[in-house]
């Protein structure tokens, strides 16, 4: 069974403290691994989408890794606008199109 | 504007009477997808489609039912609904490139409470 994993639960920075969330997964194999952003009482926003190990994406102060076990969004230097839950998923290969998605890291920045 | 809409966005409703959330997109994609979203489980998805007349469960199917009659709609049935039902539900679609899925656009949730 596809397993995801995100830590911590939550994460409270200062404004410009820089700081990583993690996503560890059990897959059979990895098709893509996807990062959210969802912002409270709305549904979530697409962030990136990882493919193979040793890919990185960078989007504004935000930054996703991967690895064969786990990813990394890294937060660099972030502001109060990037409170959000931040959540983390899996497609596995195969014929399926099933996505697992992790609980979710709750990042509050502050002023 | 590209967007997938639900309704009703909010639903309060009591065991057994048969309910449809409906879900529609505008952006001719062909997977869609069905999840509930729970404090502490998070976003477990429910029922996904590829294309019309082609559905799947996902990891929490029970107690649902789902149509693909055409590629913009993706209803979701719940035939005799029951309080572990009450849930954020969240209606999903994607392009397919090749046999990837590519990024999901969301639509804005439909809460539902049965009583």
């Known amino acids: 069974e596809d397993q995801v994993t995100q830590s911590p639960e939550a994460l409270r920075l200062q404004e410009g403290e820089s700081s990583s969330l993690n996503c560890s997964y059990t897959v059979s194999g990895l098709r893509g691994l996807f990062w959210y952003r969802q912002d409270p009482g709305k549904g979530p926003e697409f962030l990136f989408t990882l493919y193979s190990a040793g890919e990185e994406k960078e989007k504004e102060r935000l930054k996703a890794t991967l690895t064969k076990k786990e990813s990394f969004l890294h937060i660099t230097a972030p502001k109060p606008e990037d409170s959000a839950t931040y959540l983390c998923a899996v497609l596995p290969s195969g014929g399926y199109q099933k996505v697992t998605f992790g609980t979710g890291t709750k990042l509050q920045v502050i002023p | 504007e590209a967007q997938v809409t639900q309704n009703p966005r909010y639903l309060i409703t009591v065991t057994g009477k048969k309910l449809t959330v409906t879900c529609s997109q505008n952006?001719?994609?062909?997977?869609m997808s069905w999840y509930r979203q729970d404090p502490g489980l998070g976003l477990r998805q429910i029922y996904y489609s590829m294309n019309v007349e082609v559905t799947d469960k996902g990891d929490v199917p029970e107690g649902y039912k789902v149509s693909r009659k055409e590629k913009r709609n993706f209803p979701l049935i719940l035939e005799s609904p029951s309080p572990n039902q009450t849930s954020l539900y969240f209606c999903a679609s994607s392009s397919l490139a090749g046999e990837l899925t590519n990024e999901q656009f969301f639509g804005p949730g439909t809460r539902l409470t049965v009583l």
């Open positions: 952006m001719n994609h062909e997977y």
